[in-house]
């Protein structure tokens, strides 16, 4: 009876040994109970947080928004001054007036040289008719001459006659190559014209985008955090004046390279979220990190050593959350969550990713 009461007590530590090895496996996920719903708690709420500074200097007149108050894409949340900015936009445009007036000014004069190409082309023409009657009054002259009919003095007022219409008609042609340098020195001079008209125009429409930056503007829908900007504070371009964390969010799972194997694009995947007692949403995988985590890392670990111990690497899986849920709009940047991906389901998405290759 007594060896019998040994034996039995031996058989049952065995198997509560055995039952507890295999509770510890089944508990740890470890062959031959490894699950195909891969969980880590190594994941978190992200969201495309800005931080909003200005791009000007100047003295905060105004802040139209508390902290955490929810706010629409475009909305006004504080303002900067804008009485020198104006002035400046003013002094821009007065400028570029002016850049605009000797460019037409520029124009009047361009008409006016070609007025005088023209009027040196028609002095010109009418040198050459002088020139012409001239040399025939000489001819005649020449020939009475030769006969006797006519005297010395009229063929020397002729041959005069002659010398002056040629000395006009090469007065003529000296005035019109004055006419065209002049007249392609003013054409040349609108490059510069236009190239300061331009240089005008620019700087009013920097002007006008410096007013512009002294109201600070929401760039999308969301909520700000913290607002640090105060009426009367003289802030410089990039201070930050308020953060705002956008509505739009997803979750980041930092899982095990060993825990990836089996996971694609377009899987269905949950979380619980620890700062609403472990409310559950749903999500998809949408894509996987191009590089572990330690890649991204500042300071890059070095395993090229004697002693080598292997780590578990870490690979950023970004899930997008389906919309309509419940309590949805309570999920924020930074939110601590513990992610579940079902490995054995997929859907389209991940079938084609699987078609692929990816």
């Given at each position: 009876?007594?060896?019998?009461?040994?034996?039995?007590?031996s058989w049952i530590a065995v198997f509560i040994g055995v039952s507890g090895a295999v509770l510890a496996l089944y508990?740890?996920?470890?062959?031959?109970?490894?699950?195909?719903?891969?969980?880590?708690?190594?994941?978190?709420?992200?969201?495309?947080?800005?931080?909003?500074?200005?791009?000007?200097?100047?003295y905060v007149t105004a802040v139209l928004v508390q902290d955490f108050q929810r706010v629409k894409a475009g909305q006004e949340l504080a303002r900067i001054d804008p009485d020198i900015y104006r002035r400046r936009l003013e002094q821009a445009q007065s400028n570029a007036a002016v850049q605009q007036a000797a460019l037409d000014g520029w124009k009047q004069k361009m008409a006016t040289a070609e007025a005088r190409v023209r009027a040196a082309a028609?002095?010109?023409?009418?040198?050459?008719?002088?020139?012409?009657?001239?040399?025939?009054?000489?001819?005649?002259?020449?020939?009475?001459?030769?006969?006797?009919?006519?005297?010395?003095?009229?063929?020397?007022?002729?041959?005069?006659?002659?010398?002056?219409?040629?000395?006009?008609?090469?007065?003529?042609?000296?005035?019109?190559?004055?006419?065209?340098?002049?007249?392609?020195?003013?054409?040349?001079?609108?490059?510069?014209?236009?190239?300061?008209?331009?240089?005008?125009?620019?700087?009013?429409?920097?002007?006008?985008?410096?007013?512009?930056?002294?109201?600070?503007?929401?760039?999308?829908?969301?909520?700000?955090?913290?607002?640090?900007?105060r009426v009367g504070q003289y802030v410089a371009a990039g201070t930050q004046l308020m953060g705002l964390a956008p509505d739009q969010v997803w979750v980041v799972a930092n899982f095990k390279e060993t825990q990836v194997r089996h996971m694609l694009a377009g899987q269905p995947a949950s979380f619980t979220v620890d700062a609403l007692g472990g409310l559950r949403f749903q999500g998809r995988i949408d894509s996987f990190s191009p590089a572990t985590a330690s890649e991204f890392s500042v300071l890059k670990t070095d395993n090229a050593t004697g002693n080598f111990t292997k780590i578990v690497q870490r690979v950023p899986v970004r899930?997008?959350?389906?919309?309509?849920?419940?309590?949805?709009?309570?999920?924020?940047?930074?939110?601590?969550?513990?992610?579940?991906?079902?490995t054995t389901r997929t859907n389209g998405a991940g079938a084609r990713v699987a078609e692929t290759g990816r």
């Amino acid at each position: 009876m007594t060896a019998f009461k040994t034996h039995l007590a031996s058989w049952i530590a065995v198997f509560i040994g055995v039952s507890g090895a295999v509770l510890a496996l089944y508990a740890w996920g470890l062959p031959p109970f490894h699950s195909p719903v891969e969980t880590t708690d190594n994941a978190y709420v992200r969201g495309k947080v800005a931080m909003l500074s200005p791009r000007i200097s100047g003295y905060v007149t105004a802040v139209l928004v508390q902290d955490f108050q929810r706010v629409k894409a475009g909305q006004e949340l504080a303002r900067i001054d804008p009485d020198i900015y104006r002035r400046r936009l003013e002094q821009a445009q007065s400028n570029a007036a002016v850049q605009q007036a000797a460019l037409d000014g520029w124009k009047q004069k361009m008409a006016t040289a070609e007025a005088r190409v023209r009027a040196a082309a028609a002095q010109i023409a009418s040198g050459q008719a002088g020139l012409k009657a001239a040399q025939a009054r000489w001819d005649r002259v020449s020939a009475l001459v030769q006969r006797g009919v006519a005297s010395q003095k009229e063929r020397d007022d002729a041959r005069a006659a002659l010398d002056q219409s040629a000395a006009a008609v090469r007065q003529g042609e000296a005035a019109l190559d004055v006419a065209r340098q002049d007249e392609e020195t003013t054409r040349i001079s609108r490059q510069s014209l236009e190239a300061a008209v331009a240089g005008a125009e620019a700087a009013v429409q920097l002007a006008r985008l410096d007013l512009d930056s002294t109201r600070i503007v929401a760039p999308a829908d969301g909520r700000v955090g913290e607002v640090g900007a105060r009426v009367g504070q003289y802030v410089a371009a990039g201070t930050q004046l308020m953060g705002l964390a956008p509505d739009q969010v997803w979750v980041v799972a930092n899982f095990k390279e060993t825990q990836v194997r089996h996971m694609l694009a377009g899987q269905p995947a949950s979380f619980t979220v620890d700062a609403l007692g472990g409310l559950r949403f749903q999500g998809r995988i949408d894509s996987f990190s191009p590089a572990t985590a330690s890649e991204f890392s500042v300071l890059k670990t070095d395993n090229a050593t004697g002693n080598f111990t292997k780590i578990v690497q870490r690979v950023p899986v970004r899930i997008l959350i389906d919309p309509d849920q419940p309590q949805l709009e309570r999920l924020t940047s930074g939110l601590s969550v513990v992610a579940s991906v079902d490995t054995t389901r997929t859907n389209g998405a991940g079938a084609r990713v699987a078609e692929t290759g990816r």
